[in-house]
């Protein structure tokens, strides 16, 4: 029998769980909820229903396991630990500091109802996280990087915007491969913020506004751009739309660490990432713990977990047999 998969917000992350669900084939989408008017919203799968918000109770014995497709910021913090009060939920929370307090709220919530709550599952936080552990585990001496990009970051990107003159814009994160190789070189470098990453700014201005106004606001934006290099380009808005309409990503998660009595030798471990899509990668790795959250709801678990609690095999849907005889 097929897991049944909601969907509750139906952006950029909600239509990359849809393809996802299509790719696995022991699960089906039963419905997408969305704040908008649902005869607004289409959607790709035929046997799914588009309801309202307001509906998502009604479902609660219809619907496996709920992927909430919110934003880190307002949404998900309240979203999350209400929604695990009547179905088994995956959440992409991904504001670092908060998660201890996220999941505090999610894990009281999901032991009341008798469910589970899976928060931070992506990649990063999720799959760089899971590097990270591995890594600091097999190499307790050492010492871990992580670069992000070269990619699109929606946030920064949407931070321009707010600008005023500004009509719209796209911003990436580059990581410095000066920076990268020092940390591959196995002599454990301190690298600052500046030295790590640049910001290259893609921007359309509304007419009349000044460029030179836009580029020092920019570039002296705190917590988003004044402690890097960042440059700005003002182009037109069909160059915009032909050469930056895409969302790609990736990085890299390093541990440089040594071995042996003396710590004579050097190890290094890496992990790479290179999307043509972040949030259809993303939501790929929200529909495997999907059938995780299942998996640990059917041996009588509750509250919430993250990745660092989920065994590898929880996410496969190959049988444990299986796995055995073809990937290890």
């Not at 229903?49 to 009604?58: F, L, M, P, Q």
């Not at 591995?134 to 010492?143: D, F, Q, R, V, W």
């Not at 915007?161 to 719209?168: A, F, H, L, P, Y």
Request: net charge negative; hydrophobic share 35%.
């Amino acid at each position: 029998m097929s897991t049944r998969i909601g969907i509750l917000g139906y952006g950029n992350l909600g239509r990359g769980v849809e393809c996802a669900v299509r790719q696995n084939e022991d699960m089906e989408l039963a419905a997408v909820f969305t704040r908008r008017n649902p005869e607004s919203v289409s959607i790709l799968t035929d046997t799914a229903k588009v309801c309202n918000i307001a509906d998502v109770e009604a479902w609660k014995d219809k619907i496996d396991v709920m992927i909430i497709c919110g934003g880190s910021a307002t949404d998900l913090p309240k979203q999350t630990p209400e929604y695990v009060k009547y179905f088994h939920v995956i959440d992409s929370f991904d504001t670092h500091a908060r998660i201890p307090e996220h999941f505090e709220k999610v894990d009281a919530a999901a032991k009341e109802s008798g469910h589970i709550g899976i928060i931070s599952v992506g990649w990063d936080p999720g799959m760089f996280s899971l590097n990270r552990l591995y890594a600091n585990a097999i190499l307790p001496e050492g010492k871990d990087y992580t670069f992000w990009g070269k990619g699109v970051s929606q946030g920064h990107s949407d931070a321009i915007r707010r600008i005023e003159g500004v009509k719209d814009a796209k911003q990436y994160t580059i990581p410095v491969e000066s920076a990268l190789e020092a940390a591959r070189s196995g002599n454990n470098p301190e690298l600052t913020t500046r030295e790590k990453h640049t910001r290259e700014c893609f921007v359309v201005l509304e007419e009349g506004a000044n460029a030179a106004k836009v580029e020092e606001e920019i570039k002296t934006m705190p917590n988003y751009f004044a402690d890097y290099d960042t440059t700005v380009h003002f182009i037109s808005e069909e160059e915009l739309q032909a050469n930056h309409s895409g969302i790609p990503h990736g990085g890299f998660v390093l541990r440089s660490g040594v071995t042996g009595w003396e710590k004579e030798h050097k190890h290094l471990i890496e992990y790479r990432l290179k999307l043509d899509s972040n949030p259809e990668f993303t939501a790929s790795v929200l529909v495997a713990y999907a059938r995780a959250a299942y998996r640990l709801a059917q041996e009588g678990q509750s509250g919430c977990k993250t990745v660092f609690d989920i065994a590898p095999a929880y996410l496969s849907a190959k049988s444990a047999q299986e796995l055995r005889a073809s990937m290890l």
